[in-house]
């Protein structure tokens, strides 16, 4: 259910904005990637996953949220680093790459111990680790936790020597005593505040700014690493962020028959799964969700001319209705998920596009079929966006 003092229509949040705010925060924060006190990749990852959580946190007024907290950050932290803990196989010989000028990250080991334990495949994501070892991964989100309650969060924002807060507020600063952060982590009796609360309009700004801020961070974080490792820089930021990390063959038959065996965008009849393509239908450019409510299939000329586009809204509108509560289709999501042992969350997904969707410039493209695309209509995504799944609304 929607907190009361974030309900307020987009509408407002928007109108209340400085035009110019926008632009003032991607400076800092150009500033702030630019500062070279950092020796680990830290800051990339915090900021991206703060990004991730605003877009994720969306409510259903299209408000964004004003905090996250130290738990959440640690979860979509974990989620960022997992495909960097896989062996770099184009140096020989393949080795986990370092990401800390003086040795590895902490994270990284960390997140790599627990993969050498519980999920030594490469190709498992980390949500089916999470839910195979369920202990041992809260284990690891804890020690992740701790790792930024003690380290970047009360550190990000100072450049030079200056703490120069633009982007949240916290309680509590490099001076946090051990012994308090233990009890949190284990439920005792504490005062600890794990809330990291967004500054005014920063929420709306890393939506509004998201698709530029995104490519940006992983290109500072990619040439990092490159540094650290002397390695070609393009060739790494595929490796680091590329779309192609997780194997979907075990969800496209599932898909295929969900669909009616029809292309999702086009309906043309497909004859078997490996005519089939799985399609993020919101971009992986736009949001990074391998979730299973992010998949469509689509035969191979419609995924290759949508491509990173946004899909036009009756796309939208036949997408979301798979969200409603009650619904056949959210019934057989359901079933498909537990029978393929993939991930579903689709308070996240529909989240992410009511963050995306009503901030469209009206000169936006959204792809409709083949090469036509056409201009967002705000009443047609708004209706789509409508739609009350089962849960937390």
């Given amino acids: 259910m929607d907190h009361p003092r974030e309900g307020c229509v987009l509408e407002r949040s928007l109108s209340n904005l400085d035009p110019r705010g926008a632009i003032g925060f991607a400076e800092k924060l150009l500033e702030l990637l630019g500062e070279g006190r950092y020796t680990a990749t830290y800051k990339y990852a915090v900021l991206l996953a703060l990004i991730d959580l605003s877009l994720e946190g969306t409510l259903s007024s299209g408000a964004p949220p004003d905090m996250v907290t130290t738990r959440q950050l640690a979860g979509k ?222 035969d191979k000329t419609c995924n290759g001319n949508k491509c990173n586009s946004l899909a036009a809204h009756a796309h939208l509108a036949q997408w979301t209705r798979r969200f409603a509560a009650g619904s056949v289709e959210c019934m057989a999501l359901d079933a498909l998920a537990v029978a393929a042992k993939w991930s579903r969350d689709h308070h996240r997904s529909l989240n992410v596009a009511r963050a995306i969707y009503p901030r469209l410039p009206n000169d936006a493209r959204l792809w409709l079929r083949g090469s036509e695309f056409i201009p967002p209509d705000a009443a047609a995504i708004a209706a789509a966006l409508a739609v009350a799944p089962e849960g937390r609304e």
Avoid at 77 to 100: D, G, K, M
Avoid at 149 to 178: C, N, S, V
């Fill in 77 to 298: 932290i974990v989620e960022l680093y997992w495909p960097h803990t896989i062996p770099f196989a184009s140096r020989s010989p393949a080795v986990v790459l370092r990401q800390n000028t003086v040795g590895q990250a902490e994270i990284v080991s960390t997140i790599r111990r627990f993969r050498e334990q519980h999920s030594a495949d490469p190709s498992v994501p980390h949500w089916e680790s999470r839910s195979t070892a369920p202990a041992a991964y809260e284990r690891l989100v804890k020690a992740v936790e701790r790792k930024l309650i003690e380290m970047p969060l009360p550190r990000l924002q100072t450049m030079g020597r200056a703490q120069r807060e633009f982007i949240y507020r916290i309680h509590w600063d490099t001076g946090i005593q051990k012994r308090e952060v233990d009890d949190y982590l284990r439920g005792r009796m504490n005062a600890f505040d794990n809330r990291v609360l967004l500054l005014p309009s920063v929420g709306e700004y890393f939506v509004q700014l998201s698709g530029l801020l995104r490519p940006l961070i992983q290109r500072h974080w990619a040439a990092m690493v490159a540094q650290v490792n002397r390695l070609e820089e393009s060739q790494l930021e595929v490796f680091l962020f590329g779309a192609n990390r997780t194997p979907t063959a075990r969800v496209r038959a599932g898909l295929w028959e969900f669909q009616g065996k029809r292309c999702f965008y086009c309906g043309a009849r497909l004859a078997d799964p490996t005519r089939a393509e799985v399609d993020h239908f919101v971009p992986w450019s736009r949001y990074p969700d391998d979730g299973l409510d992010n998949f469509v299939v689509a």
